[in-house]
């Protein structure tokens, strides 16, 4: 009896907590949304309201005259997310297959050395790599922001711990009977076979490349290659210092199509993240 | 043709030929900055569009003592490290209480998908626009944290919020915590869900409470998982750059200012000291790299240990068709 009571009371604290933490990730962007809607003056006067207002065209009009223009960074954003993605995709699986799949003298070195140098982030060497870029004139370059992805020792080790228990090599030998060249036993069979991991890293690379600030505000001076993050760093020049409503907007434009793709995509989203800790 | 080996040695080259695209692009885009960061930073290397460099003939290690010995990046330092501890120790702590809630065998919490997908939610979002939106939120004077506390009663009139160096810097470890923790939960879930449930089932039958079960079974078990979070997140955490730079760009009097900014601010703005910025960089980069090998060992022990084990079962395996045929025969 005593233990059902205590029970019900632990639920009902286990609940109050998760709501209010729900009600916490939800309602900055709610407000957001809102005053997107709503008119400068209307934000002046109260700047929290729950309920829009009718200034939505009016704030789009007021933030696409100035400087902000969300269709060249959202484009520039696309170009080098899928870019990117693709690269570290294609090129960390053929990486992480040499590893499982071929018995060399330096394999196990160099996955030792993947594993170390996985942790290193590219921000400590940013200045070299934009010295590198400068000197050879190719800032303002999307390709200098998709290359470096061939390289991605994170995903290597990702996909090499996926592939590990799950290739086959009785299948890797039966195509090799009937002739297939080790290339194309990697593109037609061993690539399919990764689709789970594949699908799920791919998020994350994206994700990750998407919202990159750093390396884009280094490397790209020129407006009209600038990535959203930067756009959106914009909004926080003086042109648009009295303009809260299209400031919201600009915020909120730049969100949406992130939290759409996330709550289409969440549960694939969290099972990775989920992967992500037990792998580690 | 080499047949005297067995099959797969003749394939041996292709874990080399399929490796090249990854060693190539490393070389270029990692070593090579990695190197030449190094470089600069024993250089005379300053001013926008240089890129010609001079060795430092005076003192070699100039920038490195200048960097060191600055009052600006040695705060930035402390900046970096407080916030960092500040918003790992809550997050760490709100993720273990919502994921031994959330996998507990005897209060199943329903609806735990929906909160998973809304608790992480924050993660996904560009760090750039939360923190331009924060900044929107404690705006003076009518910000929403301003309009709040006044139509609640608790101020008169607005005030300065963020001219405070406690409450800028408090937002940004409010930030940071709130877009971590789910991260942190969901990791941590996993980790306990991947614990055999026979020694929960036998714990239950023992009678041991939640707390005690939490103690002595949930942490012992997932303290590689535990040491990989923390491990991660401080990287993460001496690398914290959008959030600063969008929130405040280090103000108040240099509160928000983290070492990432500093590098940041010393390399692409005032007088474009790449060579001082390439120094505290290298700092930053030891450190990272003392980190993470902590974390290679720690990994590869426990890779190894699975090795151990499996080349003693075979051992095992070996002896056993051994004795076989030798009973056969």
């Known amino acids: 009896m005593l233990n059902n009571k205590e029970n019900r009371v632990m639920k009902v604290v286990i609940y109050v907590v998760c709501i209010f933490l729900a009600i916490l990730s939800v309602l900055p962007f709610w407000i957001m949304i809102v005053n997107a809607t709503r008119s ?10 729950l ?14 005259g100035k400087s902000f223009n969300p269709a060249v960074g959202f484009g520039n954003s696309l170009i080098i997310s899928i870019g990117a993605t693709a690269l570290a995709i294609y090129f960390s699986s053929l990486t992480a297959y040499a590893q499982v799949a071929y018995n060399w003298k330096l394999r196990n070195a160099f996955f030792s050395f993947i594993m170390v140098v996985m942790m290193i982030p590219a921000q400590v060497t940013m200045i070299g790599f ?36 799950t290739l086959s090599m009785e299948m890797v030998q039966a195509a090799r009977i009937d002739g297939a060249k080790e290339f194309m036993i990697f593109n037609r069979i061993v690539l399919p076979i990764m689709k789970p991991a594949i699908a799920t890293q791919a998020i994350f690379s994206f994700v990750a490349s998407w919202n990159n600030l750093f390396t884009p505000l280094v490397l790209l001076t020129d407006q009209k290659k600038y990535t959203m993050p930067i756009m959106v760093s914009l909004l926080k020049g003086d042109i648009y210092k009295t303009e809260y409503g299209s400031v919201y907007m600009g915020l909120t434009l730049t969100v949406l199509p992130l939290i759409i793709v996330y709550l289409l995509l969440s549960k694939y989203i969290i099972a990775g993240v989920a992967l992500g800790g037990v792998k580690g | 043709m080499k047949s005297k080996k067995p099959g797969y040695d003749r394939y041996a080259k292709y874990g080399y030929i399929f490796s090249i695209p990854f060693v190539i692009a490393f070389l270029l885009f990692s070593l090579y900055p990695t190197v030449y960061t190094a470089v600069i930073g024993f250089t005379d290397l300053k001013g926008l569009g240089k890129t010609d460099i001079h060795f430092l003939t005076d003192d070699l290690f100039r920038n490195f003592k200048t960097v060191l010995s600055s009052p600006s990046f040695q705060l930035a330092f402390r900046n970096t490290v407080v916030i960092w501890l500040a918003n790992f120790i809550p997050q760490m702590l709100l993720a273990l209480l919502l994921a031994a809630w959330f996998t507990d065998r005897r209060s199943k919490v329903k609806g735990q998908g929906t909160f998973k997908v809304l608790l992480y939610m924050p993660n996904i979002i560009t760090a750039a626009t939360i923190a331009i939106l924060f900044s929107g939120f404690f705006g003076y004077p009518m910000g929403p944290v301003n309009d709040f506390l006044v139509r609640f009663g608790f101020i008169d009139a607005p005030i300065e919020l963020l001219r405070s160096k406690a409450v800028a810097r408090g937002v940004v470890i409010f930030i940071q915590t709130w877009m971590w923790y789910g991260s942190t939960m969901i990791t941590l879930i996993s980790g306990i869900l991947g614990i055999s449930p026979e020694i929960f089932e036998s714990a239950e039958v023992d009678g041991a409470s939640r707390v005690q079960t939490f103690f002595y079974i949930t942490m012992p078990n997932i303290k590689t998982i535990l040491l990989f979070t923390l491990v991660t997140s401080l990287i993460g955490g001496l690398n914290m750059f959008d959030i600063p730079r969008l929130f405040q760009d280090g103000k108040p009097d240099d509160a928000t200012l983290t070492t990432s900014l500093f590098i940041y601010k010393q390399a692409f703005s005032g007088s474009y000291m790449y060579n001082r910025a390439a120094a505290a960089s290298m700092v930053m980069f030891v450190i990272i790299a003392i980190l993470a090998s902590i974390m290679f060992f720690v990994m590869r022990d426990k890779d190894e240990a699975q090795l151990n084990k499996q080349i003693k079962q075979q051992q095992k395996a070996y002896a056993k068709k051994l004795k076989a045929g030798k009973e056969n025969a």
């Open chain 1, 51 to 64: 309920i829009p207002s009718s200034y939505m065209m009016n704030n789009i009009k007021i933030l696409l």
């Open chain 1, 130 to 165: 934009y010295q590198m870029v400068y000197k050879i004139h190719m800032t303002n370059r999307l390709s200098m922001l998709i290359l470096p992805a061939i390289a991605s020792p994170t995903m290597v080790f990702f996909m090499r711990q996926y592939l590990q228990p």
């Open chain 1, 40 to 49: 400068t003056t209307e934000i002046q006067q109260h700047a929290i309201s």
